[in-house]
């Protein structure tokens, strides 16, 4: 018995010397470690509501205290951007999403739904009626990017520039969103403001053109943003908001002229809402797939921010606890290679050896290749 408590004993100080294993409280919710499962698209739903083999992915990432973000989850009908992605504005979808919520809560784990609007980055084979996707502009991408499903430029169709009348029901859908996401029984939710959607289109000045209160300035291209994270936390309480930023990436032809004023100004603004989570991506990834030298960028973003920072883009074991060990995050989001190795905590304890991802099945539609089929490390031979 002696032995048992003294293995346990030490097993608990190998974690206290490694920052990422260490316990975080975030609000209300105790973390038992500082590595966040970040939200990707998998592509593997049905009618925008997962399937059986959806509850089983996020079951195997699932840690008693981790906390999850789900891949991103339409706000209503017309916020679709890429085949097969899941939404939570019907009563399917959320019903769907219960089986999922349930098997994350049954390991322990904290779970948190993103919402997404894909505003430009679409085709109108996912709008109603086919008709044009809207964004803050009528400026159609010219290059593809991300996983929008096309090769080519040819593949997006030019957006219809949102009026100002409309925007206030963009921003109702977001607060519907969050309120059915909590009937599903996520947690929480966060805000997709990143990647080139539709928040993050409003936010740039490379994309934005608008000339009413939505565009010109700095807090005007920021408006539609802020309006979404405080009907969201109106509904669901702040304590349960996060938002996730990419402020000096180019995602979907989405850069700003002075990315840093960006984020700070965001950072200082969000805390009026005194929202749980800042997620932010690094610098250091302009582009997809595309690491540069570590800048310390984020630094006077995070010491700007009253409430939680996670950190995501390109970090290995190494970088995430200096990361936390530096005071540079509180949490580390981990994408590519949470999705190879299901039990990523356990291998970063031990610095066992890691799966590698392929890219080749990231977005097919297969319910186990690239998906569940991951090996767990105590099935690698």
Known sequence: METQQKEEEDQQLHKQAIPLLTPYKMGNFNLSHRIVLAPMSRMRCNN??????????????????????????????????????????????????????????????????????????????????????????????????????????????????????????????????????????????????????????????????????????????????????????KEIGADKVGIRLSPFADYNESSDSNPGALALHMAKSLNKYKILFCHMVQPKMILADTKFKWPQSLLAVRKAFDGTFIVNGGYDREDGIRAVADGHADLVAYGRLFLANPDLPRRFELNAPLNAYNEATFYTHDPVIGYTDYPFLETVS
């Open 48 to 233: 925008y509501a997962p399937q059986p083999h959806t509850i089983l992915y996020y079951s195997q990432r699932t840690s008693k205290g981790g906390l999850l973000i789900a891949e991103a989850n339409g706000v209503s009908a017309t916020a679709g951007g890429s085949p097969n992605t899941p939404g939570v504005w019907t009563k399917e979808q959320v019903e769907a999403w219960k089986l999922v919520v349930d098997a994350v809560h049954a390991k322990g784990g904290i779970f948190f739904c993103q919402l997404c609007h894909a505003g430009r980055v679409s085709n109108r084979d996912f709008q109603p009626n086919g008709k044009a996707p809207v964004s803050c502009t009528d400026k159609p991408i010219l290059k593809d990017q991300l996983l929008s499903g096309g090769n080519d430029a040819g593949w997006f169709t030019p957006p219809r520039r949102l009026k100002t009348e409309e925007i206030p029901q963009i921003v109702n859908d977001f607060r519907i969103a969050a309120r059915n996401a909590i009937e599903a029984g996520f947690d929480g939710v966060e805000i997709h403001g990143a990647n080139g959607y539709l928040v993050d289109q409003f936010l740039k000045d490379q994309v934005n053109d608008r000339t009413d209160n939505y565009g010109g300035s700095l807090e005007n291209r920021c408006r539609f943003a802020l309006e979404i994270v405080e009907a969201t936390c």
